[in-house]
Structure formats: structure tokens, C-alpha cells
């Protein structure tokens, strides 16, 4: 199945200062590693690049070592007894062609056989976007059916995955923001959006009044800043708000977002703002499964995903979904295919 | 029982500008009412003055008319069939010695003859504050026994009651913040607080981080800004903040207070910020009377409150409530007891 001997891997070479740059990573070569005992050799298939890696650039990811990320990817030897050729697994060893896993360590697990799954999914509605959606809107916000729910940068890997999953909950009314025109287009012509603004086209308090005029129960917050203060004013008593991250944070450079300032109204109507980190809720996975996966098969939900073809673009993917050039989670499809 | 032919009530003449002048409050005299069918004459006991008031002063409260606050008082004559003479009742026709009011209609309740029980825990640790306090640690914050807890204003009204709550919840750590040395001194004496500093002794967050050197797992906040910043600092994951007002945006005439730099740590610790207002758990009286009562009945708990005397000192006792000049829960005792 090995279409090369050569591993290719892509190193940091510097830390970035504010948004970062193609010259700050290096592609690498190596021979093709042999597995050692309990070890397995794995050709990726798919990588995922994530709003989270900005941050590793910073002070996760080691300078001029293999980066680290989720990816999905087929066994092509093994010395792992939890593995056979032919396998596919998910696991961390993402930004390289090939990586040496071991089944159950470092995240590294088998994939089960969902027969008309497309692989793509474990990397979006099924991988970490999409249970930080399935765990915001249950485990958060305790979505009621028929409640009205707002989204922001809903045209990403978190957001698509929430209207999806919201949709199959039994949202009321659900709107997105989104930054381009296009985007919004495909909000509502494709993602099931019933309601979608581009946040370029004024102060998004006044856009989300516009797109939902009777207010929201409530919303996942992916931007923070003047994202969360319009939704803050949109909100009705007792609305609930899973903030899952602050993607403009991570383009800043560790400036924080501006707090908002009616952040009072907090108290005022009765809300909740709750942080949401996917990994304190990795048990939920069964559940997100035991939703989608029936779905998945025949074709009612398919993976919202943009993918770059290539290996050698992997950098261009991950710097193009830093400035939103994707809809929905953004994946690198690796030559080896 | 009557001790007067006098009733005498306070108006508002005009709306404060900043921090509120006794000169904006004028007390008034008439002969005293005579029930109309349905009604009852009630002389009042003990009022309630409290920060909200402050509110009212800038557009709830009606000009040149009395002033409505909670109050306790004694049925002097009654043509309410569900009033007797000698009854005390629970009202919200307060700011005056003596009101007309209909048992069951605009919160006006009977009494429940709790033998042994002080008058004024039904206007603090039985009252609002004592709801409020209760609502926030029982329904939001959801406090487990041994959770370290953070109390903000601690010797006031709402703070002195979530102490005593917390306590016979079986908090771990409770500490406290105030307004000077010598209510410090008395939260840890007197009010079962296990630390306490005085917020002008530096930087609130600095102060909570030697106070609680090992973090803590809820707060009930008061304040708002500097104190919600400090909350949030020390903080240990997965953490909740009963928002439960912001004092001092009362005396700032509508200023919001500063929102926290640190909001955004809300995501990265997984924080539960959440909103209360008692008047959306008015249900929750019951309980908070089963858990009390009969602590309150054989003096294992008493109401903390600084009673002020005489009604002419309503208005003294309320600017000194706003000046923070009260421990426990401002009263005013009238002069008709």
C-alpha cells in the first residue's frame, strides 16, 4: 500500500509574531520509519488543521520537530498486536505523510467500520468539531426543541457542525453569522441556517437584532468580543450562552478580545455564560455516534468540510482557515491517498 | 395598639444625580387612614432599605408620593377578612409608619407564627437577601460540601446570609471580602467567614489569591468589575459565579461597571458565570424556611442585621446602607413598636 519511501513532515522554525506566515514552517524529508515492537506504521490520509494550532505556534508545538494534529490514516505495517494492515485509525501524529502510532496510547485509536461513513467525518462532525457542537448545545446549553438559537463564525467547523446537530435536536429558528457574503449564502441555501449576516456589514449587535428579531434562547459563541456583546442583547430572560472559544483571539496574538459592555445584563435577564472545553467532555463521544452515525450512512447529514489537496499545501490550508477561507472544518487530503 | 393619630411617609422631590442627598427626600404627614372593605390598617414594625432602592430612585419610585420598600408590621384594624387585628404581616407598602393593604394582593402575606424567631429574619435572612442568597447556592452554583467558596461584600445583606447558607451546606473554605478592617474582622469572628480582607488593601485579585491560596470552586459576587476580575482569576476549573448584582454600579448612576479583562478564562477554565434574580425563585421560600427555621428557633443561627432606630432615620439608615455602613442587612426599627 506504501506509495513512497520517503516521510514528509512539516516543522516550525520560528514562533510568529501577530499572524503568522508560510516562511515560519519548514517541509522536511526522512526515510520511511520501520515500526519497533508494539509499534505501527500509518500512511495519513486526511489531516486537520485547527483554529487551536495558532496557539501551538506559540508555545505548544516544539521548533524544528514534527508538529502535532489529529489526522485519520491507514496502517501500512504493524508491530502493534492492536493493529493490522490495512487498519484505520485516528490519531495525533498529524503535518507528517507518515507516522508511527501505537493503538490506545496518545490518542490513537481504531476507527470503527461505520460501512458509508465518509472518513472525512471523523475529522469534522465526528472528531472534535463536532462534539464540541454536540456538547455546547447538550451538555451547555440543554437545547430545547423549538428554542431559538444563534451561532457565530457559523460557517467554520464548529459552527456548521452546530447548526447540523441543532437541526437533528429540534431547534426553533437558527441564524449564523458569517464573514463573507458567500458564506451567508451557504448558511441558508446549504447548512440549514434559517438566518444568516455577514458581520462586515455593520456592528453585529445591530445585525443579530435585524436576524432575530424576537431575540434567542440561546447560542454558541466561537468569537467572543463584540460577537458576544451583540449576543448578549439579542438574548431573552434565562438564555444560555456555550463559549467555545475566541478564534479572533488566536489572530491577535494573545491580546484578549474586548470584554462586552453589557456584560450587566448578565445579571439583568437572568443569563448563563458557560466556557466549553472539548476535552473534559471526550465520554460524550458514544452519544455523538449513537446520533449521527445512522444519519451519516445514509446520507440524510453529510461531513461539512473544505479540503486541500496535498500534502505539500498543508500550510496554505491551515493559514487559509486562520482567515476563514473555509467552509466548514477545513481537512488536507494527503497525496497518498 | 395604636400608638399615633399621625402617618407619616417619605417621598422622593427629585431624582438624584450621582450619589443620592437627604435632601431628595422629603417626610410627610396626614391623618391617619381608615381601611376601606377589603382592607387593613397596618402599622409598621421594621422596613427594609435596600440597594435597589437605589434604582428606584432613578425611575421606579414615583415623585411626591410614598415610597414602596418591604416592611413588617402589626394589623391595627381590618376589614380584610383574612386579616385580624394583631396579625403581623409581611407588605411592600414600606418608607412609612403605617399602610393600608389587602392580605394575598401585591405581596402582601400573614406571617407564619414561627414561635421564637426574630421579627427581622423575615425581612433578612428569611427575606430577599436570604433567598437571594440561598437561590444562588442551591440553583446555581449547586454547592457540594467541601467546595471553597468566595463571597464578594460578604458583610452585607446578601453576603452575611450566603455565609450562614453556605456554611449549613457544608462549604469548605469561606472566605470574604468588605469594606474596611473592622467588618473584616467581624466576618471572621462573628459571621463564620474562614478568611476576610478589606478590597482596599490592594488589588482584589491579589488579595483573593492570599486569602485562597489554593483556589476556590464557586463565588456568589456582589460587585461586579474588579471583584468579578479576581473572581475569575482564582478560580479553579469547572467553577461557578452566582452573579447576584454589582453594587456598585448603583452608586455610580448607571455607569456599567468595568467589565473583566480575564473574561475570556472563562472558556479556558471551563467557567459557569450565570445571572440571578430572586423574583424568578420566589418557589424556592419553602425550602429556604425548612432549611432555617428551626435553626433560627433555637438560636443556632440568628439574623445579622444593624438596625437603625426610629423612622425619621429611614433615610439615614438608607444612605448609610449605600455607603456600606451596615453589617448584615440594614433596618429601620420605627418608633411604633
Given at each position: 500500500?506504501?506509495?513512497?519511501?520517503?516521510?514528509?513532515?512539516?516543522?516550525?522554525?520560528a514562533?510568529?509574531?501577530?499572524?503568522p506566515?508560510?516562511?515560519?514552517?519548514?517541509?522536511?524529508?526522512?526515510?520511511?520509519?520501520?515500526?519497533?515492537?508494539?509499534?505501527?506504521?500509518v500512511?495519513?490520509?486526511?489531516?486537520?488543521?485547527?483554529?487551536?494550532?495558532?496557539?501551538e505556534?506559540?508555545?505548544?508545538?516544539?521548533?524544528?520537530?514534527?508538529?502535532?494534529?489529529?489526522?485519520?490514516?491507514r496502517?501500512?505495517?504493524?508491530?502493534?498486536?492492536?493493529?493490522a494492515?490495512?487498519?484505520?485509525v485516528?490519531?495525533?501524529?498529524g503535518?507528517?505523510?507518515?507516522?508511527?502510532?501505537?493503538?490506545g496510547?496518545?490518542?490513537?485509536?481504531?476507527?470503527?467500520?461505520?460501512?458509508?461513513?465518509?472518513?472525512?467525518?471523523?475529522?469534522?462532525?465526528?472528531?472534535?468539531?463536532?462534539?464540541?457542537?454536540?456538547?455546547?448545545?447538550?451538555?451547555?446549553?440543554?437545547?430545547?426543541?423549538?428554542q431559538?438559537?444563534?451561532?457565530?463564525?457559523?460557517?467554520?467547523?464548529?459552527?456548521?457542525?452546530?447548526?447540523?446537530?441543532?437541526?437533528?435536536?429540534?431547534?426553533?429558528?437558527?441564524?449564523g453569522?458569517?464573514g463573507?457574503a458567500?458564506?451567508?449564502?451557504?448558511?441558508?441555501?446549504?447548512?440549514?441556517?434559517?438566518?444568516?449576516?455577514?458581520?462586515h456589514?455593520?456592528?453585529?449587535?445591530?445585525?443579530?437584532?435585524?436576524?432575530?428579531?424576537?431575540?434567542?434562547?440561546?447560542?454558541?459563541?466561537?468569537?467572543?468580543?463584540?460577537?458576544?456583546e451583540?449576543t448578549?442583547?439579542?438574548?431573552?430572560?434565562?438564555?444560555?450562552?456555550?463559549?467555545?472559544?475566541?478564534?479572533?483571539?488566536?489572530?491577535?496574538?494573545?491580546?484578549?478580545?474586548?470584554?462586552?459592555?453589557n456584560?450587566?445584563?448578565?445579571?439583568?435577564?437572568?443569563l448563563?455564560?458557560?466556557?466549553?472545553?472539548?476535552?473534559?467532555?471526550?465520554?460524550?463521544?458514544?452519544?455523538?455516534?449513537?446520533?449521527?452515525?445512522?444519519?451519516?450512512?445514509?446520507?440524510?447529514?453529510?461531513?461539512?468540510?473544505?479540503?486541500?489537496?496535498?500534502?505539500?499545501?498543508?500550510?496554505?490550508?491551515?493559514?487559509?482557515?486562520?482567515?476563514?477561507e473555509?467552509?466548514?472544518?477545513?481537512?488536507?487530503?494527503?497525496?497518498?491517498?
Amino acid at each position: 500500500m506504501t506509495t513512497t519511501r520517503i516521510a514528509r513532515a512539516f516543522h516550525l522554525t520560528a514562533r510568529p509574531t501577530g499572524f503568522p506566515t508560510p516562511d515560519l514552517f519548514a517541509l522536511t524529508e526522512s526515510p520511511l520509519p520501520a515500526p519497533a515492537p508494539g509499534q505501527a506504521l500509518v500512511e495519513n490520509l486526511y489531516l486537520s488543521v485547527d483554529p487551536y494550532h495558532r496557539e501551538e505556534m506559540d508555545e505548544g508545538w516544539e521548533l524544528n520537530a514534527p508538529l502535532e494534529g489529529r489526522a485519520v490514516g491507514r496502517v501500512t505495517a504493524s508491530r502493534d498486536p492492536g493493529l493490522a494492515e490495512g487498519d484505520l485509525v485516528l490519531h495525533r501524529r498529524g503535518w507528517r505523510t507518515h507516522a508511527l502510532v501505537t493503538a490506545g496510547t496518545d490518542g490513537t485509536r481504531l476507527l470503527p467500520s461505520y460501512e458509508g461513513v465518509p472518513l472525512t467525518a471523523h475529522l469534522s462532525i465526528l472528531g472534535g468539531t463536532g462534539l464540541t457542537a454536540y456538547v455546547a448545545l447538550t451538555r451547555v446549553l440543554e437545547l430545547r426543541p423549538g428554542q431559538d438559537l444563534f451561532v457565530s463564525a457559523a460557517a467554520g467547523g464548529v459552527g456548521t457542525a452546530v447548526g447540523r446537530i441543532a437541526r437533528l435536536l429540534g431547534a426553533g429558528r437558527i441564524v449564523g453569522s458569517a464573514g463573507s457574503a458567500a458564506k451567508t449564502a451557504r448558511l441558508t441555501s446549504e447548512l440549514g441556517f434559517d438566518a444568516a449576516f455577514d458581520y462586515h456589514d455593520g456592528p453585529v449587535g445591530e445585525l443579530l437584532a435585524k436576524a432575530a428579531p424576537d431575540g434567542i434562547d440561546a447560542a454558541v459563541d466561537n468569537v467572543g468580543g463584540d460577537h458576544l456583546e451583540g449576543t448578549i442583547a439579542a438574548m431573552r430572560e434565562f438564555g444560555r450562552i456555550a463559549w467555545v472559544g475566541a478564534i479572533a483571539q488566536y489572530h491577535a496574538a494573545h491580546r484578549p478580545p474586548p470584554a462586552p459592555r453589557n456584560l450587566f445584563d448578565v445579571v439583568g435577564k437572568s443569563l448563563r455564560l458557560e466556557g466549553v472545553l472539548v476535552r473534559n467532555h471526550r465520554d460524550a463521544q458514544g452519544e455523538l455516534e449513537d446520533l449521527l452515525v445512522p444519519r451519516l450512512r445514509t446520507g440524510r447529514i453529510a461531513p461539512d468540510v473544505t479540503v486541500v489537496d496535498g500534502f505539500e499545501r498543508t500550510v496554505d490550508g491551515f493559514l487559509g482557515m486562520l482567515r476563514g477561507e473555509n467552509t466548514g472544518k477545513m481537512l488536507i487530503r494527503t497525496a497518498g491517498r
